[in-house]
């Protein structure tokens, strides 16, 4: 994820435009919300699955796991959130450019342990990998919801 700033920033349509990036046109408003070209890669794989359903609102719905992109959980943007019941997920994208430095590091762990105090679990990709194996990267965000599912009923089952 680049900076909050940069994520309001980023002009999906001009990127898109000058880049040459297609997509399924119902993706489009979701699209218009990533911060950064390597949320647009990883959203569109999304939609070029025939199990997700949209309603052109600002989630999306796969395999019982509702994606949302850009999550405002104070004073944080969250790349993408994948919820389902009481599990979310808090979909990290972090491009070398803004995840570099010492600095930046000890930011970005910083504001993990913020997400993990609000509820979140926080998965962490590199731009490149949503790029480049988006499929793969999804694969891993449906089977670790599963996973924090089933101990989460395990959980409440035992209570």
Do not use: N
Not at 88 to 102: Q, T, V, W
């Amino acid at each position: 994820m680049a900076s909050d700033s940069a994520a309001e920033r980023f002009d999906f349509a001009a990127w898109s435009r000058r880049e040459g990036f297609t997509y399924p046109q119902r993706a489009e408003p979701m699209l218009e919300r990533c911060g950064s070209p390597a949320e647009a890669h990883f959203l569109r794989r999304l939609f070029e699955s025939t199990s997700t359903l949209y309603a052109g609102k600002e989630s999306a719905w796969c395999r019982g796991v509702t994606i949302t992109p850009q999550v405002r959980c104070h004073p944080y943007s969250i790349d993408v959130v994948a919820k389902r019941g009481r599990v979310r997920l808090a979909l990290e994208i972090d491009g070398f450019e803004f995840h570099s430095s010492r600095t930046q590091v000890a930011a970005d762990y910083y504001r993990e342990r913020r997400l993990l105090r609000a509820g979140y679990v926080v998965m962490r990709f590199t731009a490149t990998e949503v790029m480049t194996r988006p499929t793969e990267c999804w694969r891993d965000v449906f089977s670790a919801i599963k996973a924090h599912a089933s101990l989460v009923e395990d959980e409440w089952e035992s209570a």
